[in-house]
């Protein structure tokens, strides 16, 4: 059964840096894509970044964090990090990693992710 699990969520200034890693289980992390999602209090849920599979391995990122966050796999690790700099207050939110079974990485759309993981909370104060 395939599971995701995220971490590496903290407490941060803004301008600093957290490496979100999610870490897959159940399943061979190199034949889907993987995108990171966040939802601030009050909001829905927004695509931030996706990796299409290892034999394409294009990335995707939402306008908000381009220039600021890196999205990586390891898949000897079977592990996707989601590298973050340069945090501002409005990045603050639960992460959420998830699979995109398809490999499209429309991250516009939640609907075409599955097995979500728990989320891991970021904030950042100002």
């Known amino acids: 059964q395939l599971q995701l699990v995220e971490s590496g969520g903290g407490l941060v200034q803004s301008g600093g840096s957290l490496r979100l890693s999610c870490a897959a289980s159940g399943f061979t992390l190199n034949y889907y894509a993987i995108g990171w999602f966040r939802q601030a209090p009050g909001k829905e849920r927004e695509g931030v970044s996706c990796i299409r599979r290892s034999d394409d391995g294009r990335t995707y990122y939402a306008d908000s964090v381009k220039g600021r966050f890196t999205i990586s796999r390891d898949n000897a690790k079977r592990t996707v990090y989601l590298q973050m700099n340069s945090l501002k207050p409005e990045d603050t939110g639960v992460y959420y990693c998830?699979?995109?079974?398809?490999?499209?990485?429309?991250?516009?759309?939640?609907?075409?992710?599955?097995?979500w993981g728990q989320g891991t909370q970021v904030t950042v104060s100002s």
């Open positions: 998830a699979a995109d079974y398809s490999d499209v990485c429309n991250i516009l759309q939640t609907a075409t992710f599955g097995s």
